[in-house]
T-cell receptor
Framework: DGGITQSPKYLFRKEGQNVTLSCEQN?????MYWYRQDPGQGLRLIYY???????QKGDIAEGYSVSREKKESFPLTVTSAQKNPTAFYLC????????????FGSGTRLTVV | DQQVKQNSPSLSVQEGRISILNCDYT??????FLWYKKYPAEGPTFLIS?????DKNEDGRFTVFLNKSAKHLSLHIVPSQPGDSAVYFC??????????????FGKGTHLIIQP
């Protein structure tokens, strides 16, 4: 079955360390996205990519980096520059034209200890 | 500045009754709206959508109404069931490119269905 896989489900990181969250999709979607959810907040866009080897900053890109070397993969690195990294991170993908098939992964809960 | 607003953080409804979740938006360029349902520690799942050329879209127990002049939409769930207890997000594509630039979300409404 096609879908989006995020791993790991839970992740702990020591303060000052970089950490990379994985996102893989087998839906043949062109566009991929990273969102962050905090308690009492909606989802906020971190980065998005409309095509391989290209990505754009979202609303809260500071302290994060991404790459899009393959269509299927869009990893997110939370760097030590991110001041408040503890959050629930969601990856999504879409066909890229129109809203058909906008699909979310099951999320990664990152906790800084 | 929040472009999509859900002003009720939570809503409690008795099982079998109607649940009405509200959403307001400020960007008049928004022309498509989506509702997502989210359980804790899971990704949102798509529920229903509406294009700005319509004022109503229905799918089983779920109906979304759009009032463009008031920049307001609402999600009606009839009858409400225990499994409907979740957080509901209203969202709109950021650009006319159909959402390839991402979605703008409201802060969500936690719906609690009481037996």
């Amino acid at each position: 079955d096609g879908g989006i896989t995020q791993s790991p489900k839970y992740l702990f990181r020591k303060e000052g360390q970089n950490v990379t969250l994985s996102c893989e999709q087998n839906l043949n979607h062109d566009a991929m996205y990273w969102y962050r959810q905090d308690p009492g907040q909606g989802l906020r866009l971190i980065y998005y990519s409309q095509i391989v080897n290209d990505f754009q900053k979202g609303d809260i890109a500071e302290g994060y980096s991404v790459s899009r070397e393959k269509k299927e993969s869009f990893p997110l690195t939370v760097t030590s520059a991110q001041k408040n990294p503890t959050a629930f991170y969601l990856c999504a993908s879409s066909i890229g034209q129109g809203m058909t098939g906008y699909t979310f992964g099951s999320g990664t809960r990152l906790t800084v200890v | 500045d929040q472009q999509v607003k859900q002003n009720s953080p939570s809503l409690s409804v008795q099982e079998g009754r109607i649940s009405i979740l509200n959403c307001d938006y400020t960007n008049s360029m928004f022309d498509y709206f989506l509702w997502y349902k989210k359980y804790p520690a899971e990704g949102p799942t798509f529920l229903i959508s509406i294009s700005s050329i319509k004022d109503k879209n229905e799918d089983g127990r779920f109906t979304v109404f759009l009032n463009k002049s008031a920049k307001h939409l609402s999600l009606h769930i009839v009858p409400s069931q225990p499994g409907d207890s979740a957080v509901y997000f209203c969202a709109a594509p950021d650009h006319s490119g159909g959402g390839a630039d991402g979605l703008t979300f409201g802060k969500g409404t936690h719906l609690i269905i009481q037996p």
